[in-house]
C-alpha cells in the first residue's frame, strides 16, 4: 500500500506564492505517476498537475500554466507543487494523488490553500 501526506497549505494575499509538498511512504515502486488536484466549495475536482514517477514528465491544467511548477525529490521521497501569483480562484482544498496501475488511486488527507484579495 501507499500511503500520502500533504503539507503547506495556508492563508496568503492574491500575488503570494505557497508551496504544497506531498510525501509517499509504503510501496511506492509501484506509482507510476503523480498529481495535484484541488477542490473549492460546491465545485468539482480539478486536475491541477502531474509528474511521471521515473520519468518527471510534467502537465498542467489550463487554469495554472505558466504559475505553478510542479516537481519532485527521489531522495525523500516528496513531490512538490510551488504556486506562484496565486489568486483568489485558486483557493482549494488541495489533494495529492497516485496512480497505480491495476489498483485504485491513492489519496492524500488535502490541505486548504485560501488566497484573499
Known amino acids: 500500500q501507499v500511503q500520502l501526506v500533504e503539507s503547506g497549505g495556508g492563508s496568503v494575499q492574491a500575488g503570494g506564492s505557497l508551496r504544497l509538498s506531498c510525501v509517499a511512504s509504503?510501496?511506492?515502486?509501484?506509482?507510476?505517476?503523480m498529481h495535484w488536484f484541488r477542490q473549492a466549495p460546491g465545485k468539482e475536482r480539478e486536475f491541477v498537475a502531474g509528474i511521471g514517477w521515473s520519468d518527471a514528465n510534467r502537465d498542467y491544467g489550463d487554469s495554472v500554466k505558466g504559475r505553478f511548477t510542479i516537481s519532485k525529490e527521489d531522495t525523500r521521497r516528496a513531490m512538490y507543487l510551488e504556486m506562484n501569483s496565486l489568486k483568489p480562484e485558486d483557493t482549494a482544498v488541495y489533494y495529492c494523488n497516485a496512480y497505480i496501475p491495476g489498483a485504485p488511486g491513492v489519496w492524500g488527507q488535502g490541505t486548504q490553500v485560501t488566497v484573499s484579495l
Open positions: 509504503g510501496q511506492i515502486f509501484s506509482i507510476q505517476r
